[in-house]
């Protein structure tokens, strides 16, 4: 086996390893409320206007570039469903995902990766604080929870921007759009994104958390760990979300 | 020497730690007295601050025993270690102050985890009694980012005596400041040592701040505890090695 394939699996078994340690602490006392309602703030609030503006342009640039397609084949009126369902089952979740991985991923795995090298983990040890538990358990729990309610306010604001863009060449109401979209929407699309959309947020923490949690010593690794955090954390919405496709299918909701 | 202090705090016995094949302490002893400071001499890389971290249970080691206030560090579960941690503090090299919170915060952190009793204006007189200590009550609400070396190093200081520990341990302490304020530090230490009846482990490569603070000094050669004495002992010794170290005053 070549070095770079054993690295790998190590790799592996360590972000195992470290999400097993995840679940055993996240369910013991003492519970850090406060400070995974502050996590919360700065992961969830904090991260609103990026994923606003994003969302709010995809869901604009989606509807203009598919309108002409629809219209040369007469499917003009299917615009707000096809521009509903692809938001909310796929573009959405996705792309507030990778949004996500690159602002919070990286943030955690460098912020994270500076406390170690300052040795600010180690002092909160000796202070009689679990650092696993303060710094780790509660950013993660944070990611999971507010990741879901971005893709969620984000999918709105893309809906939004989709009507926008209908509304530029047509004379179509709000009333009209969104009766089409969510005409055209079931459950089934939208439960299994909002389960992937949990996943997303779990795996965006936990490799921002694992990176800066074990960034080697000095500010090149400190980089290191949140260029990696990023890069790893959008490779894995992407495996989340090619197994999300395959149960959803699986289980019929396609 | 022992008559002059208390009973033994700190010992350590045949102490072996390595990282992978790069053995650091091979056969370390040091026996702390309550109310003696203790300065650990040695070339950078030698394991000084990998020793201090291995009696505060930061690091695990191979071989031998640590024992504080008579218990093994090795064979605490994570609650008893806790606990002796609060008798301990530690001043570290960089400082480590909490870059996200305040210089309050950064104080009443470990009191709220381990003064739990404590009342909230009791807690608030503590922080403000230890940054007056060390000069620096004006900057109880600054953050980190904004206070100079020397500061960060005062504060750190506050933070480690803040829970009233009888056992502080400090990794290079001057280290990184200019010969004025590393004079400043030093007498800080000093000056704590006597007000809080403290003992010390000190870190350090700086011979000003270990004639300051130091009732003994050790020196750490080849990961063993090469030489010991009072300064004037050691730096009339005529052995090489120790004597380089004395070479710099």
Redesign the interface.
């Known amino acids: 086996m070549s070095p770079k394939v054993k690295e790998f699996f190590n790799e592996a078994g360590e972000i195992a390893q470290f999400a097993g340690r995840f679940f055993r602490e996240v369910m013991l006392p003492p519970y850090e409320i406060k400070e995974a309602i502050r996590q919360s703030y700065r992961i969830g609030y904090l991260s609103l206007p990026l994923v606003g503006i994003t969302a709010f342009i995809i869901g604009l640039v989606l509807t203009l570039q598919s309108r002409p397609t629809l219209v040369e084949f007469g499917a003009e009126a299917w615009l707000p469903s096809m521009v509903g369902i692809s938001i909310i089952r796929e573009i959405g979740p996705v792309i507030i995902a990778l949004i996500c991985a690159g602002k919070i991923g990286s943030s955690i795995g460098a912020e994270l990766g500076?406390?170690k090298v300052?040795?600010?983990i180690?002092?909160?040890?000796?202070?009689?604080?679990?650092p696993f538990k303060y710094i780790v358990v509660t950013r993660i729990v944070s990611t999971t929870l507010m990741i879901p309610i971005l893709i969620f306010i984000g999918d709105a604001i893309a809906l939004y921007g989709g009507f926008l863009a209908v509304k530029i060449n047509t004379s179509v109401s709000a009333t009209l759009f969104f009766h089409q979209v969510f005409n055209s929407l079931t459950f089934s699309d939208a439960i299994p994104a909002i389960i992937k959309s949990y996943f997303f947020g779990f795996a965006i923490g936990l490799i921002g958390c694992y990176k800066g949690y074990n960034s080697k010593k000095g500010t090149e690794g400190v980089g290191r760990s949140a260029n990696s955090a990023v890069v790893i954390a959008s490779l894995l919405v992407f495996i989340i979300d090619l197994m999300a496709v395959q149960i959803t299918q699986f289980l019929g909701f396609l | 020497m022992s008559s002059e202090y208390g009973e033994p705090i700190i010992e350590i016995t045949h102490l072996e730690k390595s990282f992978g094949d790069n053995q650091v302490l091979t056969d370390f002893n040091l026996t702390i007295r309550r109310g003696e400071n203790v300065v650990v001499l040695g070339k950078s890389g030698c394991g000084k601050s990998v020793l201090i971290k291995c009696i505060v249970g930061l690091l695990n080691y191979q071989g031998g025993s640590i024992k504080v206030f008579g218990k093994e560090i090795a064979e605490l579960n994570q609650h008893a270690l806790d606990e002796l941690r609060a008798r301990i503090g530690f001043v570290f090299q960089s400082s480590a102050l909490y870059d996200s919170m305040t210089v309050r915060e950064n104080l009443e952190f470990s009191l709220r985890r381990h003064g739990k009793h404590k009342t909230k204006e009791e807690v608030k007189m503590l922080v403000e009694e230890m940054l007056t200590n060390v000069g620096l009550l004006h900057a109880i609400d600054l953050m980190p980012s904004e206070l100079s070396g020397g500061m960060r190093k005062r504060i750190g200081l506050a933070r480690s005596l803040v829970l009233k520990p009888e056992i502080v341990l400090y990794d290079e302490p001057t280290t990184g400041l200019d010969p004025i304020t590393a004079k400043e530090i030093s007498n800080l230490m000093l000056l704590m040592q006597q007000k809080y009846n403290t003992s010390s482990i000190i870190i350090s490569h700086d011979m000003h701040c270990a004639q300051l603070t130091a009732n003994r000094l050790t020196v750490m050669i080849d990961g063993i505890n090469y030489a010991q004495g009072t300064f004037n002992e050691l730096s009339s010794m005529t052995d090489p090695k120790v004597h380089a170290f004395f070479e710099t005053i």
């Open positions: 500076s406390m300052t040795e600010q180690d002092a909160m040890e000796v202070g009689g604080t679990n």
